[in-house]
T-cell receptor, first 114, second 113 residues
Framework: EAGVAQSPRYKIIEKRQSVAFWCNPI?????LYWYQQILGQGPKLLIQ????????DSQLPKDRFSAERLKGVDSTLKIQPAKLEDSAVYLC????????????FGPGTRLTVL | AQSVTQLDSHVSVSEGTPVLLRCNYS??????LFWYVQHPNKGLQLLLK??????LVKGINGFEAEFKKSETSFHLTKPSAHMSDAAEYFC???????????FGTGTSLTVIP
C-alpha cells in the first residue's frame, strides 16, 4: 500500500509570511496527526483528527496555526504569520480505525523561516 | 502525566557488537511504550511496541526491548549492529486513552565499520 504522502518536502520563507503543508494519509486511515519536530527534539503533537473532526488540538498555537481535514481524507496545515521559531520538520501520520497504537509517518516537510 | 527520558543523546558502536539504547518512562498507570526509528530523509518507522502483554518484545530488524516495571525502563537492544542501523531512535509513551504520543528527545546511533 502507498505510504503517507506530504508536500512540499522543503520550504524556505521569510518571517511574517504564510505557508501551507499538505498531507494525504494511507487509504482507509481514519485518524490523522500533525507533529512538529524541532531540530534536536522529538516530535510534538500539534493536532489530531478523527475523520474530519478534531480530537485534540491542545498544543496547536491557534493564533498562527490552523489545520483542516474537510472531507476526512487529506489535510492541510497552515502557518500565518510564520516566526523564526517555527523552523522545524512538520510530520504527518495516520492510523487505522481501532489501531491507534500504530502510526504510519510521512517523510515530513522541512520548514526554514529566515 | 506521562513522559520518557532517553539517557543517551549519542551512541557509537562497532559493526557486529551489541547495541543498547536506554529509555526510562514516567507514568501513573501501566503504559504503552514504543520505539521508533528515523533514517535520514525518511519517515519514522515503528520498531516495536509494548502494550501490557509479554514483557520482552521483539521487533523488526533484530531489535528487542524489555519492559521492567521495577526499574521503569524500556531499553532497546540488538545483539549485533549492522551499518544500516545507523539512525535516530525515539522512545515513545502513549497517553491514557491513547490520544497523545509523547516522544523522547532521541538517541543518534552511529555504527563504526
Amino acid at each position: 500500500e502507498a505510504g503517507v504522502a506530504q508536500s512540499p518536502r522543503y520550504k524556505i520563507i521569510e518571517k511574517r509570511q504564510s505557508v501551507a503543508f499538505w498531507c494525504n494519509p494511507i487509504s482507509g486511515h481514519a485518524t490523522l496527526y500533525w507533529y512538529q519536530q524541532i531540530l534536536g527534539q522529538g516530535p510534538k503533537l500539534l493536532i489530531q483528527f478523527q475523520n474530519n473532526g478534531v480530537v485534540d488540538d491542545s498544543q496547536l498555537p491557534k493564533d498562527r496555526f490552523s489545520a483542516e481535514r474537510l472531507k476526512g481524507v487529506d489535510s492541510t496545515l497552515k502557518i500565518q504569520p510564520a516566526k523564526l521559531e517555527d523552523s522545524a520538520v512538520y510530520l504527518c501520520a495516520s492510523s487505522r480505525p481501532g489501531a491507534q497504537d500504530t502510526q504510519y509517518f510521512g517523510p515530513g516537510t522541512r520548514l526554514t523561516v529566515l | 502525566a506521562q513522559s520518557v527520558t532517553q539517557l543517551d543523546s549519542h551512541v557509537s558502536v562497532s559493526e557486529g557488537t551489541p547495541v543498547l539504547l536506554r529509555c526510562n518512562y514516567s507514568s501513573s498507570y501501566s503504559p504503552s511504550l514504543f520505539w521508533y526509528v528515523q533514517h535520514p530523509n525518511k519517515g519514522l518507522q515503528l520498531l516495536l511496541k509494548y502494550t501490557s502483554a509479554a514483557t520482552l518484545v521483539k521487533g523488526i530488524n533484530g531489535f528487542e526491548a524489555e519492559f521492567k516495571k521495577s526499574e521503569t525502563s524500556f531499553h532497546l537492544t540488538k545483539p549485533s549492529a549492522h551499518m544500516s542501523d545507523a539512525a535516530e531512535y525515539f522512545c515513545v509513551v502513549r497517553s491514557w486513552g491513547g490520544n497523545q504520543f509523547y516522544f523522547g528527545t532521541g538517541t543518534s546511533l552511529t555504527v563504526i565499520p
